[in-house]
């Protein structure tokens, strides 16, 4: 048996257990003031201009003398020979290839070279390079791609050829016919002209010729509109080309890749014409890919999936580094319930390339709060359409900011920090907490029916707030109430008429919290033998944003390694530049004295790959190194600002987690290997002690290997494996966690020989990367028999709503019951009646149905008993200890003894099968035992003990692991507490209701 330390009053601590707030009537005490401004507070923020855009064009135009090993001039002098961008804009290096993700070596693709000045120049087989922001649409719905190519150099004749396509996807190879391809297009040496759409194989949509030239001027014209209409135009002939029927719309945002096929060893490809044309872009969106911390959604192109699309090709439509998915909601007060099927729908037929609400009142939600950097601010952007072809009339749209993890999405809802209402004749509200604020202007107006709204937010009790709506500022100052730094986006429609169409597109967001980065320590040290080789392609699929360490960019051995990384995506660490060895002290750095020059020496050798740089590291550790804070914070400030814009990372060791933070870093973390689950969470509750802001983000660093790791000598590759999965609870349970970056990767052969932990880890990465959805964490509830009401609570504590008296409970003994009664989706609330042994089930369309099941004295139970995806009932008879559990709400499936005289039955899916099973928990020793199947005679396959006597037993997934874990209600204290699994860690905590209440917990989004 695992014994748990015992729950005592007042032992949980403060960061995980807070005094909530909840309506009127239902707090023991009275509410709390909102807290005066500060006599410093900050004016109003200025939204951040999140859509900056315009044309593009690369003449590749640049002497041959700086085509040099290892870049190849691909990068090299982009401020000069790039125009009509809002900023240069790289090219980074892909295999081009159908079968691997790794490109070939640097030679494979250059700029300028002698035999071919002033043009981009493929050199060898398949190979491809991808402009670092993507094409977008102009205001007629249209883009355009131009350029001059030569398909095989001196060759007329032959089908070897060279590519221009367009993908949604930034993490695509750019060969023509991948099923990540949305257009593409072939010229071979000898006029073949192709077009491709991905899935369709080798085989093209369409064909066409040209005359056999030496060159190819190409221009590719698309529209985004129904029309799907594709102009391609080869050498002044025109050709006109409608899309295949697999397409819905070209999507308004596709990154370009230029390629080349070669079929034999010494041909050329050329792109531009060696005298200032090389390619031009309409226009380019220049704000989503030029940091790491913006967030795009241009709900392009994704199919209707199980959901309807809201969750469908997340990181091929978000063009941002980081992704995050959707819930959607009710739109409406009150109690958290999944909207009917076919409420929410992106990318539908009828409202192509568009989030839509073609069904009425509806919303969805960002999974991840919109969070403040270290301005302490963050801006919400959207183009809102209240009712589509319409101009009047008051069906509306809403966009908000919520303090509630788990909101409805209601935008005059408590739970509301701010949100704003567009009608379709342009008549605008703005609420807080439920409440409507003063507006500028209550209308602006209707144009052409579409409104580009933007928040932007102070968090905390500087409460400042801009609100503006088709470029005029409807609301700007101080609002009531405190507004959160961390704050959940929902988009959302509110229909008064029937048959009206509500749409939204192009949401974005300054910064997101939850988890957004993923990737390794050391993905490259070219002071270790092991690892001086760039290992990124071997961890490409689930890594977003990976470590460089000792970099200066001297040695062409390992200089041109950020050619190859994707916008925004490699961090880049800066020690050398910033510290030189003690003499004195062997093993340890100082301050360089010359740091100021030497990271100016930096920059100027990063050149025109600045913008594939995330963050700059850096000094690992400083304090270990005997650096003071004085000169932690010079070396900082020296930093920033030879790197203006990008984020910085600093990490401290284990032993110095209340030395100053220094201000100026976005992204803090901390070294302390395999101490398991607890420690790590108080090393990091210590370490936000520390901080300079609040606004600063929070990095851990998971194991990934075991030689040479201090405090993991005697760990096993399963251990780790099982730490990948703590630290992923932990970032769950914290919003301010960003970043995973793993400890370390050194070669290939890792994959082999910590295969559990390299299995976890690719999981992991892969749910971070492609946004996959993430089991929601319990949220926690009361039923109050006194007036038959229920009120839930979201995970981050903050009231969701309540019901009112509801008509479900009719008696002072009902239970109140919590499940997805009709399939996936948000719990909502049933009831059972002892009385009668009446289960009574809320249905999809707001009717219940009753079911009698069991007999009078049986205690009900609820689960997914057999993985079918929707909760059914189920009995527990205390006279034989019996569980008579049912797949269809009227016939037992199982029937399993199980537990002693006086247990209480506890169900839950404690293997994260998808299944419920059985358990049972003894009050006399708080001693919880738990079943992984619903098999007859079987033992407890977890024993252990949680909680205090009095304690009533509960059960939720209180660390979005997709894995119920146990809990106990303390009614003295109106006090929840959940645990980790086997109840060695108190995870979840939080004061909630009033005296004789009775504890409910769900899914409640």
């Known amino acids: 048996m695992m014994l748990a330390h015992r729950l005592g009053r007042g032992l949980l601590s403060a960061a995980l257990i807070a005094l909530t707030a909840v309506p009127a009537g239902l707090a023991a005490g009275p509410a709390a003031a909102a807290d005066a401004p500060s006599p410093s507070a900050p004016s ?27 870049l190849h001039g691909l990068n090299v002098g982009l401020d000069a020979r790039q125009q009509g961008s809002a900023r240069t804009v790289s090219w980074t290096r892909t295999s081009g290839r159908w079968d691997t993700q790794a490109p ?96 369709g194989g080798e085989t093209p949509f369409w064909q066409g010729s040209v005359a056999p030239a030496d060159r190819y001027a190409v221009a590719l014209k698309v529209s985004t509109g129904a029309d799907k209409a594709v102009t391609l135009t080869v050498n002044g002939t025109a050709f006109t080309v409608k899309g295949p029927a697999s397409v819905n719309r070209w999507p308004s945002s596709a990154f370009l890749y230029l390629g080349a096929y070669l079929s034999a ?60 998915g959707y819930s959607a909601v009710s739109g409406r007060r009150g109690l958290a319930a999944t909207p009917p099927e076919g ?44 009712a589509v072809g319409r101009t009047s009339g008051t069906d509306a749209a809403t966009l908000l900011v919520s303090n509630a993890s788990g909101a409805t999405g209601a935008v005059d809802a408590e739970d509301v920090a701010l949100g704003l209402k567009v009608q379709a004749d342009g008549s605008l509200k703005l609420y807080q907490a439920g409440q409507p604020l003063p507006l500028l202007t209550a209308a602006v107006a209707p144009g052409g029916g579409s409104f580009d709204v933007s928040l932007a937010l102070t968090g905390g009790t500087a409460r ?73 392609a071997d961890v490409a699929a689930w890594t977003n944003m990976n470590n460089f360490v000792l970099q200066d960019l001297t040695d062409p051995r390992y200089a041109g390694f950020l050619d190859y990384c994707r916008p925004a995506s490699c961090v880049i660490d800066v020690s050398k530049q910033v510290a030189v060895p003690d003499p004195t002290r062997p093993g340890k750095n100082k301050p360089n004295p010359d740091a100021p020059a030497a990271l100016a020496g930096l920059v100027t050798r990063i050149g025109g790959n600045l913008d594939k740089l995330s963050a700059i590291y850096t000094l690992d550790e400083p304090y270990y190194q005997g650096f003071d804070a004085g000169q932690v914070q010079t070396q900082v400030n020296q930093v920033h600002g030879a790197f203006p814009g990008k984020m910085l990372a600093y990490t401290t060791d284990a032993y110095r987690l209340t030395a100053p933070v220094p201000s100026g870093v976005d992204l803090v973390g901390f070294d302390n290997y395999c101490p398991g689950r607890a420690v790590v969470e108080q090393d990091l509750a210590t370490l936000q002690g520390a901080l300079a802001s609040p606004d600063q ?190 797949d269809d709400n009227a016939n037992p499936t199982y029937a399993l003894t199980y537990g002693n005289p006086g247990w209480t039955p506890l169900v839950g899916d404690w293997s994260g099968s998808g299944r419920t099973t059985i358990g049972a928990y003894d009050p006399a020793t708080q001693t919880f035992y738990l079943r992984d199947t619903n098999t007859p005679g079987g033992q407890a396959d977890h024993t252990f003990r949680y909680g205090n006597p009095g304690d009533i037993p509960i059960k939720g997934d209180w660390d979005g692991t997709g894995i119920d874990t146990v809990g106990v209600y303390r009614r003295a204290d109106r006090a929840f507490y959940g645990s980790a699994r086997e109840g060695t860690l108190t995870v979840y905590g939080s004061v909630f209701g009033n005296p004789g209440d009775q504890p409910l917990v769900g899914n409640w989004g």
């Not at 070279?113 to 205001?139: C, E, H, K, N, Y």
């Not at 089908?159 to 993908?167: K, T």
């Not at 060969?175 to 991905?198: A, E, I, Q, R």
């Not at 050329?270 to 709900?299: H, L, M």
């Open 343 to 386: 409420s929410v729908q992106v990318n539908s037929p009828a409202a192509p390339n568009v989030l839509s609400f073609p069904q009425g009142t509806a919303a969805v939600r960002l999974t991840k709060p919109a969070t403040a950097d270290l301005s302490g601010s963050y801006t919400v952007h959207a183009r809102l359409t209240p």
């Open 464 to 536: 400042q707030a801009t609100v503006t709506v088709n470029g005029s500022t409807v609301f700007t100052g101080a609002t009531p109430a405190a507004l959160p730094r961390d704050g959940y986006v929902h988009l959302g429609a509110q229909r008064a008429t029937p048959g009206t169409v509500t749409t939204a597109d192009d949401l974005r967001v300054s910064m997101l919290g939850g988890l957004d980065y993923y990737g390794y320590f050391d993905i490259m040290d070219p002071d270790s033998t092991n690892n001086s080789v760039d290992h990124s």
């Open 265 to 324: 060893p010494g041909e050329l490809t050329t792109f531009g014409d060696g005298n200032g044309t090389g390619v031009d872009v309409s226009r380019i969106d220049a704000a989503a890919t030029a940091g790491a911390k913006p967030f795009v959604d241009t709900f392009d192109g994704a199919p209707a999936g199980t959901d309807n699309g809201l969750n469908d090709d997340l990181s091929a439509r978000q063009p941002t580094l980081v992704s995050a």
């Open 104 to 199: 070939p070596d640097s030679a494979a693709a250059q700029v300028s070279t002698a035999d071919q000045p002033d043009r981009l120049v493929f050199t060898q087989g398949v190979s491809a390079v991808m402009l670092g922001a993507p094409v977008i649409a102009d205001a007629d719905g249209t883009y355009t791609v131009s350029t001059v190519v030569d398909p095989a150099v001196g060759e007329s004749t032959g089908n070897d050829w060279a590519s221009v396509v367009l993908g949604r996807s930034h993490r695509a190879t750019g060969y023509v016919t991948n099923g990540d391809v949305d257009l593409g297009l072939t010229v071979t040496s000898g006029g073949k002209l192709s077009l491709f759409h991905g899935g």
């Open 697 to 886: 983000h929070l990095v851990l660093f998971p194991e990934s290997i075991i030689p040479g790791v201090n405090g993991c000598e005697s760990a096993t590759d399963a251990v780790i494996a099982g730490n990948n999965t703590d630290y992923r609870a932990i970032a769950a349970q914290h919003p301010r966690v960003v970043y995973l970056q793993n400890f370390r990767w050194l070669n290939a052969q890792q994959g082999s020989t910590m295969p559990l932990t390299t299995q976890r880890q690719q999981a992991i990465g892969t749910a971070v990367v492609n946004a996959t959805p993430q089991p929601a964490r319990a949220g926690v509830g009361i039923y109050r028999p006194g007036d038959h009401s229920v009120t839930e609570n979201s995970h981050n504590d903050v009231v969701i709503g309540t019901s009112g008296s509801s008509p479900l409970f009719t008696g002072p003994d009902d239970v109140p019951l919590a499940g997805h009664w009709n399939g996936p989706g948000t719990d909502t609330v049933g009831v059972y009646h002892p009385a009668t042994a009446t289960f009574v089930l809320p249905g999809a369309d707001g009717t219940t149905t009753s079911y009698v099941f069991g007999v009078p004295g049986d205690i009900p139970v609820v689960g997914d008993w057999s993985g079918h995806g929707r909760t059914t009932i189920g009995v527990y008879r205390p006279g034989d200890q019996t569980f008579y559990l049912s």
């Open 44 to 70: 109003a923020p200025t939204p951040v201009n999140l859509t900056a855009a315009g044309p593009f064009a690369d003449s590749f135009r640049q002497s041959p003398s700086l085509n040099t090993v290892p």
